[in-house]
């Protein structure tokens, strides 16, 4: 496998792209894909750059793309079109492309046929412009890496395109099939973003690219009052120091915002679901290329041939003038390009994610790397303004308070919903519960529980006595039932358990274990105390009123029987 990239100053200057395409017939002298990534790159000069690619190499791949900044040679670059060559000994490649008018549901039925029909498929590239479509359901079939960036946005009014062999694509995508028997990958995402503040939940949105609500009120308002303004800043440099991290699947994955529209919702450039729940986050410039260089170091190991770079713009902006610093060691570890992008794919063994502000570096070789000399790298100590490093103090202020806030808020929470005596739930959290079961609509048991003479216990025993007999009979409901079922404290002596998607039978057999259970259980004298139980079960035109009066009618006819210690349905 061999890499050379190559950047043009002027596309228009018919000299450098023949001394350009001279240079890499010796170089790179049977190439099977070129890339074509220009800055405010024209449809009608990447078909130029096309043909005189194709007129050289006839059977070579052409995919060119419009970008806000390239990565040649391993270094960023905000102007200039970045021409990479790649050759390989024991691959092909396979072309999918989203076809202009296919619909989301052709174009994914195609997409998977293919990839599944392709013999020794190792990976796959994914370039998009516009929104995701069809491919993240088709991704997930997939156990093979996809790896990838969005060229364009057009949630942010960016337009752009396309170009694969020929084909413009203004809103699509374009695959890239890596197959091979001797072809290795491995996959690093840098980001390093820090969640700080308080969770949100996603209240509301417009479709799944716009946030209307957090927390039931417009994004905006919410934005403004915990992040505040800066006079002169724009919305663009604050979203870039403080963008929005979305926890999703255990991981914290930062969103861009792109625009706050005059409605007070904000467009992003990538995906949310109604419910999310999400963060403010902090971009914290010397952290952030500390975590690119240990992944730096990290993929090095691999010893790869090639470095596939999909770095967010975001990051671009928000480095300024420490990119250098960003990307230094790729250069050392093997020819790299890419582009800088609004949003990057990364998936495998079907576990796919939509990244914004984040670097995916992919390290490719064909054969075991074990020919291949390894790189030793260093991690810089890169040193920043004063300002900064008293905003990385700050940050670390504000997570520590809001870590202990939420421990304190957790915990009055748990204090408001349990029993201080049982540790089970309380008259308030288990109405609640039944609340929810009658509004779900769906089957559900509830048993009421009583200890038979309790004030006995207490005359005879003292209270001390007694309170260990509940907390006792609390032990052996907590044992019985399963996991799902919610037991609490109604009152006194007498315990509710909420028994969701249990008929009669099962209930009744739940029932009978704690019965059995708390009658082996000898109080101080030696003497054992017993449960009347009552149990009900859900039906059609039920409410709160009616069903708790129905419980307690069983428990009631079951304390009215001779000896009590029984069971009693209705």
Request: net charge negative; hydrophobic share 45%; glycine share 10%.
């Amino acid at each position: 496998m061999k890499l050379k990239s190559y950047l043009l100053d002027d596309v228009e200057d018919e000299d450098e792209l023949r001394a350009c395409l001279e240079a890499m017939q010796e170089e790179v002298p049977d190439p099977l894909l070129v890339t074509v990534y220009g800055v405010a790159l024209a449809k009608v000069e990447a078909a130029f750059i096309a043909r005189k690619i194709k007129k050289i190499f006839p059977d070579v791949h052409v995919i060119a793309g419009c970008v806000d900044a390239v990565i040649s040679g391993g270094r960023g670059n905000s102007r200039g079109v970045s021409l990479t060559f790649i050759s390989f000994e024991h691959t092909e490649l396979k072309l999918l492309v989203q076809h202009e008018g296919q619909s989301r549901e052709a174009y994914g039925e195609e997409l998977r046929a293919g990839l599944a029909a392709l013999p020794d498929l190792v990976c796959v590239m994914v370039l998009w412009g516009g929104q995701m479509n069809a491919l993240p359901a088709v991704i997930s079939e997939f156990k093979q890496p996809f790896f990838g960036g969005l060229l364009y946005d057009i949630t942010a009014s960016k337009h752009g395109f396309i170009y694969a062999d020929g084909e413009i694509i203004e809103s699509g995508a374009v695959c890239v099939a890596f197959c091979s028997t001797e072809m290795e990958v491995m996959l690093k995402v840098c980001s390093s973003w820090q969640p700080i503040g308080p969770s949100l939940r996603v209240t509301a949105i417009d479709g799944p690219y716009v946030v209307k609500e957090l927390d039931g009120m417009p994004f905006d308002q919410v934005y403004d009052y915990y992040i505040g303004n800066v006079a002169g800043e724009s919305f663009m440099d604050k979203s870039l120091s403080f963008p929005i991290i979305l926890h999703r699947n255990g991981r914290h994955i930062a969103r861009q915002l792109l625009v706050c529209r005059k409605d007070g919702a904000a467009e992003f450039g990538a995906d949310f679901e109604l419910g999310d729940v999400v963060q403010f986050g902090y971009g914290d410039p010397a952290r952030v290329i500390y975590d690119t260089q240990r992944k730096e170091k990290e993929i090095s190991t691999f010893r790869p041939q090639a470095l596939f770079l999909f770095d967010c713009l975001s990051r671009w902006l928000l480095m300024e003038g420490q990119m250098e610093h960003e990307l230094k060691n790729c250069r050392q570890i093997a020819p790299s390009f890419g582009f800088y992008s609004y949003g990057e794919l990364i998936g495998a063994e079907g576990d796919f994610s939509l990244l914004n502000m984040s670097l995916v570096l992919v390290g490719m070789r064909e054969g075991s790397g074990a020919n291949l000399p390894q790189v030793e790298l260093n991690l810089d100590e890169v040193i920043f303004a004063r300002h900064q490093q008293f905003l990385a103090h700050l940050v670390h202020l504000v997570q520590v308070t809001t870590a202990a806030l939420e421990l304190k808020n957790d915990q009055l929470g748990y204090q408001a919903r349990t029993d201080a005596l049982t540790g089970l739930s309380n008259r308030g959290a288990i109405e609640a519960a039944i609340k929810g079961a009658l509004e779900g609509g769906r089957d559900f048991a509830v048993i009421m529980l009583d200890v038979d003479n309790f004030k006995g216990i207490n005359d005879n025993l003292g209270h001390d006595v007694g309170d260990e007999s509940l907390k006792t009979l609390a032990g052996a409901i907590r044992d019985q039932i399963r996991a799902g079922d919610i037991a609490g404290r109604w009152g006194g002596d007498e315990f509710l358990v909420l028994l969701p998607g249990q008929d009669i039978r099962g209930a009744t057999k739940a029932a009978e274990r704690i019965r059995q259970v708390v009658r082996g259980y000898a109080l101080p004298d030696g003497s054992h105390f017993t449960l009347s139980i009552g149990i009900t079960a859900y039906a059609l035109g039920d409410d709160e009123l009616s069903l708790f009066r129905r419980v307690d009618k069983a428990l009631y006819a079951a304390k009215s029987q001779e000896g009590k210690d029984a069971i009693v349905v209705r």
